[in-house]
């Protein structure tokens, strides 16, 4: 049974800085498209980060840039988000997905196989 178990989140004022982890188990991340996406209320679920672990290729959102690194820790088959700068937009719940070794378009929600339950981050001015 695959599970993506998410944990960091929390509530920090703007300026502030979470680390998100997403611990798989049941599922190998070695090769394969990792992301985190979040979804703040009454807003469509958008992407955040993806990383290709078998190269480390990253990619972000134009909303993150600069601010947000995703990385993976293959020996703990586990991958992270350190968000620094915080900005109160940066609000939502924050999602942890896993898909294959090949997608077309990492920030399409419906590329990705397994979600995990979201942890809620909380950005106050």
């Known amino acids: 049974q695959v599970q993506l178990v998410e944990s960091g989140g929390g509530s920090v004022q703007a300026g502030g800085s979470l680390r998100l982890s997403c611990a798989a188990s049941g599922y190998t991340i070695s090769s394969k498209h990792m992301a985190w996406f979040r979804q703040a209320p009454g807003k469509e679920r958008e992407g955040v980060a993806v990383i290709y672990t078998g190269s480390g290729w990253t990619y972000y959102a134009d909303s993150v840039k600069g601010r947000f690194t995703i990385s993976q820790d293959n020996a703990k088959n586990t991958v992270y988000l350190q968000m620094n700068s915080l900005k109160p937009e940066d609000t939502a719940m924050y999602y942890c997905?896993?898909?294959?070794?090949?997608?077309?378009?990492?920030?399409?929600?419906?590329?990705?196989?397994?979600w995990g339950q979201g942890t809620q981050v909380t950005v106050s001015s």
């Open positions: 997905a896993a898909g294959t070794a090949w997608i077309r378009d990492w920030s399409r929600w419906d590329e990705y196989t397994y």
